[in-house]
């Protein structure tokens, strides 16, 4: 059984940083697999927020955080990270991982393709 345990959320003041990691446990590797992060602000839709594929010879991320947000991954530790500064109100969200084997990279935004999901952290950044 595969299971994503995301941790690392917490309230920062705008401006300020934080960094969400995603442990995966259990037998399935993850090699192959797109490696993503969605957020889920109250009253609105789920926004994807950026992917690397398992081997991070590929990242892409959302116009709203691009130069902002860093998306990486432990092999060793079989952990992705999400680095996030320069941190805004409008990231206010509960963010979630998961993992898709062999996504290609024109569905990577997409929710539905994702197998496999954590039960996200929430971030909250006051102005």
């Known amino acids: 059984q595969v299971q994503l345990v995301e941790s690392g959320g917490g309230s920062v003041q705008a401006g300020g940083s934080l960094r969400l990691s995603c442990a995966a446990s259990?037998?399935?590797?993850?090699?192959?697999?797109?490696m993503t992060w969605f957020r889920e602000a109250p009253g609105k839709d789920r926004e994807w927020v950026a992917t690397?594929?398992?081997?991070?010879?590929?990242?892409l991320y959302a116009d709203s955080v691009k130069g902002r947000f860093l998306i990486s991954r432990d092999v060793e530790r079989n952990t992705v990270y999400l680095q996030m500064n320069s941190l805004e109100p409008e990231d206010t969200a509960l963010y979630y991982c998961?993992?898709?084997?062999?996504?290609?990279?024109?569905?990577?935004?997409?929710?539905?393709?994702?197998?496999?999901w954590g039960q996200g952290t929430q971030v909250t950044v006051s102005s």
């Open positions: 998961a993992a898709g084997y062999q996504v290609p990279e024109s569905r990577w935004p997409r929710p539905g393709v994702y197998t496999y």
């Open positions: 259990g037998r399935t590797p993850f090699r192959q697999h797109a």
């Open positions: 690397s594929s398992w081997d991070e010879t590929r990242t």
